[in-house]
């Protein structure tokens, strides 16, 4: 679907229907907030008749759902029959098997097997290796004064740290990227787009023959990373299917990859904006990780996800039925009000910021240890190697994603510098 088709289908709904249909239309991508803060206070759990699902914007009901309700929704194969979708049945095949989409007791297993591939205490290894590969990245560009955030830092980062994470070649890291954009495409939105369709299962037949490639390699040659690691974890004698290795591989591949981009780009964006706040943070670089957690809750990289209903539940007096979907709207809930003082204010010091960027309770994200470490690196980075950081002047095009947000480039300019980092 194109960019001008969604702003028409978002007119044709009307502008005073409050829908998260509306972020079809470009100009409510590019500022969602103002939506949000109407559903917040108007219809804080509202059926949606565009989207067929509930939407829950509310701190304290997004935490109920995200808590209390299920995540296994992936359509069954006579499902998508039934709504003519059966042209995405290998896609939902391959998210079955994928943590993400799992309730209890699979979910439990699934989790415990893959957190024994990916310690916090791997995680505080790879710091220095992380900070290395940002100084790399910040090298090569230094001297010309002027980059692009996301094309030479937001999206190498996370590519050349996915791929070593789960141990295939750093060389590859670019097919990995485009695979995975693919994918996030289909799990951030929220419109089925059938021109879109061969494309998106020509890519699940090709990453699923790269991992499943990649998988007999390594019973001969191992590698260290999550791949191996999820090939031989085993709790109490129980271990992974080869399909359910390739599944979740691909989940953690597209979870590293896409949301960290996004919380480099729309961070640095957000410290352009807030140009006090920057300075706060290049006078006291101590602050450097309290402001990643801010940017996580002001411009969350990932803005809302789904569940369904586990039985007829009761939530903000309305009656939501058993099996019925519902969008829970974590950016929403990370801008209110009765949960986070002055929400519209960026403040890098802010404490107390129990955001829900990454999620809660048992689906919490899997990678944020990580996603920390890579953001806490690269703004201590850039605020002591990029001084007059500036935008370029142009205009700032979102990526098309309802619910993956991210700027599709952020040219900027600063003082050249020949020093060494
Ligand atoms: C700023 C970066 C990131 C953000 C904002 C983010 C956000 C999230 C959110 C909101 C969820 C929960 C989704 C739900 O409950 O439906 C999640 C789950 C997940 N994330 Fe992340 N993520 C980030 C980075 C990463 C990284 C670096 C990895 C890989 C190492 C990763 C892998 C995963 C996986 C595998 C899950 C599924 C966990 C489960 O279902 O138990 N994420 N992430």
Redesign the pocket.
Known sequence: MSTSTNGAISRSIGASALSLYHLLDPDVLANPYPLFRRLRTEAPVQWDAFLHTWVVTRYVDVLEV?HTFS?DRTHTPEKLRSLGLSEISPLAQLMVK?????DPPA?TR??SL?SQA?SPARVAVLRSHIREIVNRLLDSVQNNGQMDIISDLGEPL?AI??AE?LGVPPSDRQQLKAWSADFAEMLGNFQHNPEHAPRMLRTVQDMTAYFRDTIRRQKDIPQDG?VHSLMTAEVNGDRLSEEEVVA?SI??????????T??IGNGVLTLLRNPQELQRLRDDPSLVPSAVEEM?RYE???QH???LAPEDVELGGKLIRKGQAVM?V?AAANRDPERFPDPDRFDVSRTENRH?????????????A???V??QEVFEAIIRRLPDLQLQPGPLVWRNNLGLRGLTALPVKFRASHSAN
């Open positions: 995200l995540a994928q943590m993400l989409f799992m979910h699934l989790r893959a990916f996370p740290v996915t994470m999550l979740n989940v953690t591949m597209v979870g590293g990859l896409e949301t960290t996004n919380l996580l969350s990289p990932s996800t789904g569940r829970a974590m829900l960027a990454f999620g809660y309770a048992a689906h919490f994200c899997f990678g944020a990580l996603a920390r890579e953001g």
